[in-house]
């Protein structure tokens, strides 16, 4: 009789390998504080879902003064590992002394290397005074389906313990220089509690980028340029540019335009070619998190997405830099499996060919394949953006093996009273993997064929005065891309990076634009002329890692080493704290301009961001404008002033909710009537939806604060006015309207009504 412990990362991906080992025949346990699943008589197999990391590091509990301790201290601080995941530590040392085997499935990247060493180190822990050790294995696959994972068990590996340590001198690394940068410029700015000002190592150049790009375009100055067109016509309209391109002086442009207008063309050199429309490379992770931002799917939300429907075993492991498949997929098999889904007339049309020849990417790595659909998914069982994730995965895979497509170039040289003028036109003459793929288009141009010395009718000659434009702003494909390119982050940290940024205030918007607080944390770096902002720095500390993994360096002489460039770093900040702080302070003051303030002749309104909520004032100190309104939402000043106090009106806008139409005094009466759901119930007063200093809105009595009834209302969802009270607590009934359907509720959330409501809309249904 034995026992093996199978280790695995997440519990859906502990159920589906235990689905498949036992063939169906496994069983959810759950005791004195242990969670696992088990099967199998005589030969037992225990396998341990473990939700992530069982160990998490931090610092001692004396470094947690940030205004005692110095920070040159906890640059060299020791770092402690602390119990995560108290259920899966207890399940792991409750089954060690019994282990004949331990088999780590955790993914397989560095991540997952480490988490399968922190619990094989929990194990043999728990044996050191025993005289006996397991054996010891590790199952690569990458999806989980029933073929991949009995064939990753049937072929077990060994653990990569170099891998692993790559993985945790990351992990202290960004502890350590983020404890230190985020004390630092803290303290230094004066923000404390929630307010504080988070900062990463990989974080700051990404935002540096970002910064740099705002001030090239702030600081960029247009210059104008002519263009000269000319419309001709033959069968159809097409249009032909100077062949000189742009002009810079307006008086060139003229006389040209001069000797052109009203004159036909001559055709000089005409050409036409059939031209590849190459097939787009398998998907790596970058590739499909850029290219789910194009369909409106975020980064951090498009690798949630992918991650589920990865331990759904609907699609391969999401974190993968390869963009060759490899031999041993048989993609065939894959195409038949697809067969029964709703895509299945796109998939006919690839298993259609003669021979089915993949496209290759630049990359071939053997950790993971590229991502591709492993298993078909029934119409309905996705929705939303889950359902459109699946299918941007499968429409890529079938791209990837279907025909190239195909367009025709035509060109001509178009001679109009002595000047050239270049005309071309596109058309797609086999749309090939186009047609199962509709998130690419290719323009379309009209061009008749042509003969040289031909004479074509000109109907339009226009010249048009325009100016340079400045470097457009970095949308989320771009700005990954921006990111892989310069070694910022891996596959799987990127995305997060950026959903740091925006979490935490310094950028917003897509395309990516700083906010005053990230303008102003650069600045202040900038002026230090610290490397902390400059992706080379990081891109060195990725490279060491990889080495690690390499066995070409250990993890202590990284850390040292990276140690050592904090301390560096720090001394350079600490010699111009007052700059830095100054610095940012003016960033903070600097806030959004919403408009001119009726008050002070070309002074503006501002908008300045806390974490929480916002502040609306004039530039003007003393000047009545200065107010608090709820924060995360967009803020619009209005030209309608207040009817009550005269004062500017704005729009509030939050996901979820209609805009709100209010008076920027947030104690106006207008305020307070306008949105009038009933009486209070408590003192007669008008009950209002009220706005905490979190955004989240609420029902309150209009004499607060001499009366506190408050009642909780859905975040999302409009609602409407009844004029009915609650026959069981006199409050105001409410109509709610969101996701396609009304309700009508007291907002006493624990009231009979809502009870008996609920009870009624049931025993229709059950009748029904």
Known sequence: MTLTLIIAEKADAARRISYFLSDGNSKQKRAKGLSYIEYG?????????????IIEIDFPKEMNDWKSVKLSTLVDSKILKNVKNRTAYNTL????????KVIIATDYD???????????????????????????????????TGEEIRQAFSEPITVDYNLADSAEAREEIDLIWGAVLTRFFSLAAHRYGKNFLSIGRVQTPTLALIVKREKEIMDFKPEPYWRLLVTFFKKGAFQGEYEKGNLKEEAEAEKIFNEINGKNGVVVEFEKHLERIGKPSPFNTTDFLREASRIGVPPAKAMSIAEVLYTRGYISYPRTDNTVYQRSISLKSVLNKLVASEFSEDVKKVLSQEK?????????????????????????????????????ILRRFLATLYIAGEREIKEATVDVGGYNFKTRGVKVTKPGWLELYPYRRI????????????????????????????PRRYDMASLLKTMEELSLGTKSTRHDIIGKLQDRGFIEGNPVRPTNLGMGLIDSVTKVKSKISEPEMTAELESEMDRIAGKEMKKGEVVSQSRSMLHSVLTDFENRENEIKDTIDGSLRRGETLGKCPFHENKNIILLKN????????????????????????????????????????????????????????????????????????????LVVRQSRFGKRFLGCSNYPDCKVTYALPQMGLLSVTGEKCPHCSAPLIIMTGKGRKWKFCPKIDCEYNGKKKRSEKNKKSTA
């Open 611 to 686: 974490r929480d909520f916002y502040t609306i004032k004039c530039e003007v100190d003393g000047c009545k404008i200065n107010f608090n309104v709820p924060g995360r939402s967009l803020i619009q000043l209005l030209e309608d002033k207040c009817p009550v106090c005269s004062l500017p009106k704005i729009k509030v806008i939050r996901k979820g909710q209609s805009p709100d139409i209010r008076c920027i005094n947030p104690r106006c009466e207008y305020n307070r009537t306008k949105d009038s759901f009933g009486e209070c119930p408590s003192d007669g007063g008008s």
């Open 41 to 53: 008589e005589g030969d037992r197999t225990v396998v341990i879902p473990l939700s992530g990391h």
């Open 93 to 100: 040392k409750h089954f060690a002394p019994d282990a004949d």
């Open 443 to 470: 323009d379309e141009f009209y061009h008749p064929d042509l003969e040289k010395n031909e004479e074509v009718k000109a109907t339009e000659w226009n010249k048009i005065g325009e100016e340079t434009k400045p």
């Open 110 to 144: 560095r991540e997952g290397e480490l988490i399968g060493v922190e619990a094989l180190d929990i194990i043999l822990n728990e044996i050191k005074t025993l005289d006996k050790r397991p054996e010891i294995l590790r199952a690569k696959f990458s999806a989980l």
């Open 356 to 392: 089915i020849i993949p496209s290759r990417g630049r990359t071939e790595a053997m950790d993971h394949p590229p991502i591709y659909p492993v298993n078909t998914v029934k119409k309905g069982v996705l929705k939303g953006d889950y359902a459109r994730v699946y299918e941007l």
